[in-house]
C-alpha cells in the first residue's frame, strides 16, 4: 500500500487503480475466485436429478446439477470435443445427460461421455478421462461451494474460519439450522461497481446514519457508526420498541427454534471471503452472493431465508424482506456513486479510512496478498 502522510486517525485505502484496472481484475479472478471456495447455488434449486444451474466463477462457466444419486457434481461447462458451451441457460433440467448442441457429444449426470456420433469407431476413447472436466464441490449452510483449484484450500479453515473468527465460535450459526430454512425471497442485483466497493461497505456502518434511516430505526446503535463487525462476537440490538426485523419495526414471523436467548433481538453480520454476506436475525437468515463479472460489474444474487413451514404457509414476508431489500439498494447506489470516481486523478493514491472503519484495512492487506505483483 502506497506510504502516505497521514495523522494517526487516518489510514490509506487501495488505490483507485485497484477498482478500474482490468489486468488487477483478471488476477484477482484467477488468484481469488478461482482459486478459494466459491458459494455458487442454493441446494434446494436442484430438487432433483438432472436439475442444474449455471454460475460464473472467475473466468469460467461452471454446471451444478445433482446426479442420479442424489449428490451435487459441478463441471466446468465446455463439450471435452470441440469446446462448445453445454448450457447457456441460467438454470433448467434435463431426464438423463447433457448433449451438446453442436455435435452431440453427450454426458451422463456423473460427467462420463455416454454417446457420440460414431462413438463406436473410437474404442481407444477413454469416456471418463473425455468426460466433463470435475470442480471440488462442499455442501454448507444449505449451499452448493465449488473450488475451481486443482488441490482446494482448507474449506474449514478458508469457509468456516471466517465464521470462527467473527462469531468467536462456529457452531453458533449452526443454532440457526440454515440448511434446513427455505427461500423466501430471491432478488438478484445488477451493481456497476467493483466488487471490493461492496464488500468494503458491507464492512461498515460510518454511512450507516446518513442513507439507512430503516435500519438505523431498528438498529440504533448503527446510527453512530461503528459496525457489528468491528468486534469479535457482537450482535447489533434491536432498539427498545422494536418488536422484529422489518421495514416499519413490527412483529416478525415465527422464530428459528434454536437460537438462544443471547442471540434473540440481535443482529449479525459475517463475511465469508471472498463473496459471500451473511445476516442472522431471530427469525430469518439473509445471504448475498456476490458474482463478479467485469472489473466495473458485480452481480448479487440475495436469499432472504425463513422456516420451512413459515414459507410453505405463504406468510406474509414483505416487511421482513422489504427492509434489507431497501438497505441493498442504498448500498449499491452508494457503490455505483464512487465507482467512476475510482478513475479520477483525486482518488489515484486512494482514500482514507477513519477510526470506525480500520479493520477494512486488514481486507484490503488480504487482497493484496492474494495477488502475485501488481501491474505497473
Known amino acids: 500500500m502506497t506510504a502516505r502522510d497521514l495523522p494517526p486517525s487516518l489510514i490509506t485505502t487501495l488505490p483507485g487503480g485497484h477498482y478500474t484496472d482490468e489486468r488487477l481484475f483478471a488476477l484477482e479472478q ?24 449455471t454460475v460464473q466463477v472467475g473466468r469460467e462457466s461452471v454446471l451444478v446439477t445433482r446426479a442420479r444419486d442424489g449428490s451435487v457434481r459441478a463441471f466446468l461447462n465446455v463439450c471435452r470435443h470441440r469446446g462448445a458451451r453445454l448450457r447457456t441457460e441460467e438454470s433448467g433440467e434435463v431426464k438423463r445427460a447433457f448433449r451438446c448442441p453442436y455435435h452431440a457429444w453427450t454426458y ?15 474404442p481407444d476413447l477413454d469416456r471418463v478421462e473425455y468426460g466433463l472436466t470435475n470442480v471440488h464441490v462442499r455442501e454448507w449452510l ?46 438478484v442485483y445488477d451493481v456497476k461497481a467493483n466488487w471490493k466497493l461492496i464488500v468494503e461497505n458491507f464492512m461498515e456502518c460510518y454511512h450507516c446514519a446518513t442513507i439507512h434511516p430503516e435500519l438505523t430505526e431498528v438498529l ?23 418488536r422484529g426485523f422489518t421495514v416499519d419495526g413490527s412483529e416478525g414471523v415465527d422464530r428459528i427454534p434454536g437460537v438462544s436467548e443471547d442471540q434473540d433481538r440481535r443482529y449479525y453480520a459475517i463475511t465469508i471471503k471472498p463473496q459471500v454476506f451473511v445476516n442472522l436475525v431471530p427469525d430469518h437468515v439473509i445471504i448475498h452472493r456476490m458474482f463478479p463479472l467485469a472489473v466495473d460489474r458485480t452481480v448479487v444474487e440475495c436469499d432472504w431465508l425463513f422456516r420451512g413451514d413459515v414459507v410453505a404457509e405463504g406468510r406474509d414476508l414483505g416487511p421482513s424482506v ?31 479510512l477513519v477510526p470506525s472503519e480500520h479493520h477494512i484495512g486488514a481486507f484490503h492487506d488480504w487482497v493484496l496478498a492474494r495477488l502475485p505483483r501488481a501491474p505497473a
Open 220 to 242: 440504533p446503535e448503527f446510527a453512530g457508526g461503528y459496525a457489528a463487525q468491528s468486534f469479535v462476537g457482537h450482535g447489533a440490538r434491536f432498539g427498545e420498541d422494536i
Open 30 to 53: 484467477e488468484h481469488i475466485f478461482e482459486s478459494m471456495w466459491f458459494c455458487a447455488v442454493r441446494a434446494s434449486d436442484l430438487g432433483r436429478p438432472g436439475a442444474f444451474r
Open 108 to 122: 451422463d449426470l456423473d460427467g462420463r461421455l455416454v454417446a457420440a456420433p460414431n462413438l463406436t469407431r473410437m
Open 142 to 187: 444449505g449451499y452448493v461451494w465449488v473450488c475451481l483449484a486443482d488441490d482446494p484450500p482448507s474449506f474449514e479453515a478458508d469457509v468456516v474460519g471466517e465464521v470462527r473468527t467473527r462469531l468467536g465460535d462456529e457452531e453458533l450459526i449452526g443454532n440457526y439450522g440454515v440448511d434446513g430454512l427455505g427461500v423466501g425471497r430471491r432478488i
Open 322 to 352: 422489504e427492509l434489507f431489500h431497501r438497505v441493498n439498494v442504498q448500498d449499491f447506489e452508494a457503490c455505483e456513486r464512487c465507482q467512476p470516481a475510482m478513475g479520477s486523478r483525486a482518488y489515484a493514491r486512494g482514500g482514507v
